[in-house]
């Protein structure tokens, strides 16, 4: 199993190619469902989620082929795939497949709004909290399907078609508006959803659904208006910059001070994360081919900070912002609301020495004058990169194992920080 070595102490400077977004990358090759003409994506990044994705698309019978980059383009700019749905051979997404990853549970609305039926695995637990999918249950329902769950399968069927409905999510949740707008597109007549969470990986998932055809008013708000139509067509479209990526790299310039321009990043998708970094001392200008993230040597401040629905702060941004206060100059506040259990990193931040203490859904995080490296384990996506954040500012030599979980969310890291000055690397075996 590979390792990550990081030997900190290294100030950043230079440039980190932002990478199309995990988030909308998933969701967006699940759309390929809804239609028998090619959808082509460009800025796919290449990431272990996206390859399991497409064992699992091509197991409903979907035709995928990857290009990767044309002469010309940047090194780091991602694959060019195209998705062709033209028939479904299968509408089971099976077990051993789904509960590898949550996302996969989303071909449900697309299976039962193209083809009437469905058969998707429950996601089962979650190391971060039980994560329900009672609201996307609910939302087929309101359109008119059947559901039964047996031996831990959701058995789903409209077979007389989907109709459009008024669906009221009770809380914000990013998988579940996926679903009834994936679903909502094919069926007959209207549809609203209330309620609906504004992540920008939501916009350009309804973006590429209008290029396809589709009929949806107030992309990027919290209400949808969905028309439903009876076919939609493939188109191209390429996935946006990953702000949870970029976040993440500000972090680690946060912390170890330095110069990087963050290339193609959106600074209008990280409004909460740009505030928090500048009342953390770290400056941040917003160019044009990017977000430039700069910090001296002056301490970082303690911050305040609950997570929140768009255009909150992030939960995936959480762990990343812990690890940057572990050496502010006096104590913040971070409020976890969005998922229970989602503070798995600090055991493993304790063992480079930082003082963080847990009260409920609140860590108190008080600043120390310096970590240590030592060896510690990834645990989940956002949890392990939070370690090579913290290890970037520790004195010695941190060993991340199980890293595993980072090459779900993160293309190349250690080659994007190690080309500016980072001594990161990466032992096979
Ligand atoms: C997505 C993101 C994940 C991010 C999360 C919140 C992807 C692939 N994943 O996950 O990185 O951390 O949004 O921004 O885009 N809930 C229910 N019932 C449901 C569905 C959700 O109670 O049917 C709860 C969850 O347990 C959680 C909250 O709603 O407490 C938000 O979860 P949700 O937004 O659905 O997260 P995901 O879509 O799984």
Redesign the pocket.
């Known amino acids: 199993m590979d390792r990550i070595r990081i030997r900190g102490g290294n100030r950043l400077t230079g440039t980190i190619p932002i990478s199309g977004a995990k ?1 909308a990358a ?1 969701p967006l090759m699940i759309v390929s469902l809804l239609t028998p003409g090619t959808l082509t994506l460009s800025n796919v990044p290449r990431l272990a989620d996206v390859r399991l994705l497409q064992r699992i698309l091509q197991n409903h019978g979907i035709d995928i082929t990857v290009a990767g980059k044309r002469v010309g383009q940047h090194p780091m700019m991602g694959d060019v795939m195209h998705l062709s749905a033209k028939d479904i051979v299968d509408t089971t997404a099976p077990y051993d497949l789904v509960s590898k990853m ?2 996969s549970f989303w071909v449900l609305g697309p299976l039962l709004a193209r083809c009437g039926e469905a058969k998707v695995s429950l996601p089962g637990g979650c190391a971060i ?8 249950l609910m939302a087929m329902e309101k359109l008119g399907a059947d559901i039964a769950i047996e031996n831990g399968y959701v058995l789903a069927s409209a077979k007389k078609g989907l109709k459009g409905a008024h669906i009221v999510f009770d ?6 508006t996926h679903a009834a707008l994936m679903a909502a597109v094919l069926a007959d007549g209207d549809t609203i959803i209330e309620n609906a ?1 504004s ?1 920008p ?1 939501i916009g350009d998932v309804a973006e590429c659904l209008v290029k396809m055809g589709a009929k949806i008013e107030g992309i990027h708000t919290a209400t949808l208006k969905v028309k439903g139509v009876t076919s939609l067509r493939g188109c191209e479209h390429s996935v946006i910059p990953d702000r949870i990526e970029t976040g993440t790299y500000a972090m680690c310039v946060g912390m170890t001070g330095g110069d990087v321009l963050l290339k193609d990043a959106n600074a209008s998708h990280l409004g909460a994360v740009i505030d928090v970094m500048q009342r953390a001392g770290v400056s941040v200008e917003i160019k044009n081919d990017g977000i430039r993230i700069h910090r001296n040597g002056a301490a970082l401040e303690p911050v305040r900070v609950d997570t929140e ?1 768009f255009p909150g702060f ?3 941004c959480q762990a990343q912002l812990m690890a940057m206060m572990t050496m502010a100059s006096g104590t913040s506040i971070i409020r976890e609301t ?2 229970e259990n989602r503070f798995m990193h600090v055991q493993e931040l304790a063992r480079l020495g930082s003082d963080i203490h847990l009260h409920g859904d609140t860590a108190e995080v008080r600043g120390v004058k310096k970590l240590t490296g030592a060896p510690v384990m990834a645990t989940d996506l956002r949890a392990s990169v939070s370690l090579v954040i913290a290890g970037l500012a520790a004195e010695g030599e941190t060993m991340i194992n199980r890293v595993y979980h980072l090459d779900r969310g993160f293309e190349t890291l250690e080659d994007k920080l190690q080309a500016c000055g980072a001594d990161v690397s990466r032992i096979s075996g």
């Open positions: 988030n998933l949550r996302a909290g039980t994560r329900p999918v009672d609201m996307h809380k914000v949740s990013v998988g579940a969470a992540e990986e629905p992030p939960t995936d969005i998922f």
